[in-house]
């Protein structure tokens, strides 16, 4: 069974930082781009950021700058350190992984997390 799960979100003040972890199991991940969402409360979901197996990357123009994503592929686990956090960023944040197609929307997914809160206060 294909699991994403996603941990490291929490409370934090604007201006602080956090790290978010995204394990994957049941199957490797090791060539799939994975990618970052999130949605605050009554928005749609948006890209935040996305690496390929071999590094290279993609980031919304909200996060450049501030977000770093990161992967490590002998455990199958994708970072997102965020950094100057501000209390726009404040949402629940998925990770995904894709077989084929744009890596920036949503819809082209394949798997998905169950999502970590991130809650930045002013």
């Known amino acids: 069974q294909v699991q994403l799960v996603e941990s490291g979100g929490g409370l934090v003040q604007a201006g602080g930082s956090l790290r978010l972890s995204c394990a994957a199991s049941?199957?490797?991940?090791?060539?799939?781009?994975m990618g970052w969402f999130r949605q605050a409360p009554g928005k749609e979901r948006e890209f935040v950021a996305a690496i390929k197996w071999n590094g290279g990357n993609a980031y919304a123009d909200s996060v450049k700058g501030r977000f770093t994503i990161s992967r490590d592929n002998a455990k199958n686990t994708v970072y997102l350190q965020m950094n100057s956090l501000k209390p726009e960023d404040t949402g629940v944040y998925y990770c995904?992984?894709?077989?084929?197609?744009?890596?920036?929307?949503?819809?082209?997914?394949?798997?998905w997390g169950q999502g970590t809160q991130v809650t930045v206060s002013s």
């Open positions: 049941g199957r490797s991940f090791m060539s799939y781009p």
């Open positions: 995904a992984a894709i077989n084929s197609g744009s890596w920036t929307i949503a819809d082209d997914y394949d798997y």
